[in-house]
């Protein structure tokens, strides 16, 4: 019966590295996360007409949040329509004909999906700076 115990201390003492290491991932990512950004929404076309980017976003998109903290670290004019809930937003979805997002409007290209340095190219060709 003694070597039963042992063997489930033993056991159990295994899964203290483990422990240790799910519980310091869980706090990494709690205090390491960055700043949500809060969305600035088009509310309007002529909004929409001043923005130097348009993005077509969802609540739950994280490719939509890395999106939204680039155009504010780099100070990037933009604003976004959310494809569930706007009519505008679903609309200009529909028409695009992407099954993904973000879909990023700069000028008459679409970009989908987020990638800073096609952003930053298309800003460059537009005659828009990026913040240095």
């Known amino acids: 019966m003694a070597a039963v115990e042992l063997g489930n201390t033993h056991r159990s003492k295994r899964w203290l590295p483990v422990i240790a290491i799910v519980a310091i ?3 990494v990512m709690v205090y390491v ?4 950004v809060e969305p600035i929404h088009c509310e309007s076309q002529a909004v929409e007409q001043a923005a130097d980017v348009v993005m077509l976003s969802a609540s739950w998109c994280q490719y939509c949040r890395r999106a939204r903290r680039y155009f ?6 933009y604003c976004e329509w959310d494809i ?3 009519e505008r937003g679903a609309a200009l979805y529909e028409q695009s004909k992407h099954q993904g997002i973000p879909i ?3 000028g008459d290209k679409e ?3 987020f990638s800073a340095a096609q952003i930053e190219q298309l800003l460059t060709e537009r005659g828009i700076a990026t913040a240095p």
């Open 111 to 113: 970009l989908v999906g």
């Open 84 to 86: 569930e809930r706007t």
């Open 104 to 106: 990023i409007y700069i």
């Open 33 to 36: 996360r960055p700043e949500p």
């Open 72 to 77: 504010v670290s780099e100070a990037i004019n």
């Open 25 to 27: 991932w869980i706090l």
